[in-house]
């Protein structure tokens, strides 16, 4: 079947301007994750969603980061007033109900580039 | 917190050849390890996982033990092709909650 999906594969941005990243999960995963990858680093969390459950908002960097789903499908992950520290790839993970945190589906990431 | 703490790359060997990449972990309480790869164009995959201490994970060649005398969980292999040519990311998973810490990830070249 379809993996997670994610769109556009590319942004490239001017500082300043706002920009949304779409996530498709895998059809039936009520878990969502989005992550930051900055160049050379690791895999930052940014936040969480399962179910109807409020999100874990925990891993977002600043106010300007928001990300919305609606029930258990498509996810957007906003970003106002970019900066230039927030390029880097976006990636989504998604879950199925009964997985436990290791078996995430990873979609092939956002690659944002804020000029 | 917890963290994990893996060997810079890029590593390049030649075919055949035998990989270790290192990894570390500091973690409260027993957390479950990972490694994931991510193949050029593709997303992050888990390669293998160990849950426990002792826990030998093992995947398309790959192996890894969880030590958790030394905190490690070293990746190796004893020989790599060229399409195992990928990014791999050392992981945790601390058992009381849903998300997963990463490693930096080792970028690895295999030459033919």
């Known amino acids: 079947g379809a993996g997670v999906s994610q769109s556009p594969s590319n942004k490239v941005t001017e500082k300043g301007k706002d920009v949304e990243l779409r996530c498709d999960p895998i059809?039936?995963?009520?878990?969502l994750y989005w992550y930051r990858q900055r160049l050379g680093q690791g895999l930052e969390f940014l936040i969480y969603?399962?179910?109807?459950?409020?999100?874990?908002k925990s891993g977002l960097p600043s106010d300007r980061f928001s990300a919305e789903r609606t029930g258990e499908s498509v996810s957007t992950l906003t970003i106002q007033r970019t900066q230039q520290e927030d390029s880097a790839v976006y990636l989504c993970?998604?879950?199925?109900?009964?997985?436990?945190?290791?078996?995430?589906?990873f979609g092939p990431g956002t690659r944002l580039t804020v000029t | 917190g917890d963290s994990v703490t893996q060997m810079e790359g890029p590593v390049t060997l030649s075919e055949e050849a035998f990989l270790t990449i290192n990894c570390t972990y500091t973690?409260?309480?027993?957390?479950?390890l990972f490694w994931y790869v991510q193949y050029p164009g593709e997303g992050l995959q888990l390669l293998l996982k160990?849950?426990?201490?002792?826990d030998k994970g093992s995947n398309k060649g790959f192996e890894a033990t969880y030590r958790k005398e030394t905190t490690s969980f070293h990746l190796e292999k004893g020989s790599v092709q060229v399409s195992d040519s990928a990014v791999y990311f050392c992981?945790?998973?601390?058992?009381?909650?849903?998300?997963?810490?990463f490693g930096k990830g080792t970028r690895l070249h295999i030459l033919p």
């Open positions: 992981a945790l998973s601390d058992r009381m909650n849903d998300k997963i810490i």
């Open positions: 969603f399962q179910g109807n459950s409020a999100p874990d």
């Open positions: 160990a849950t426990k201490a002792d």
């Open positions: 993970a998604s879950r199925p109900p009964t997985g436990t945190p290791y078996e995430q589906y």
């Open positions: 973690a409260t309480g027993y957390p479950s």
């Open positions: 059809s039936g995963h009520t878990a």
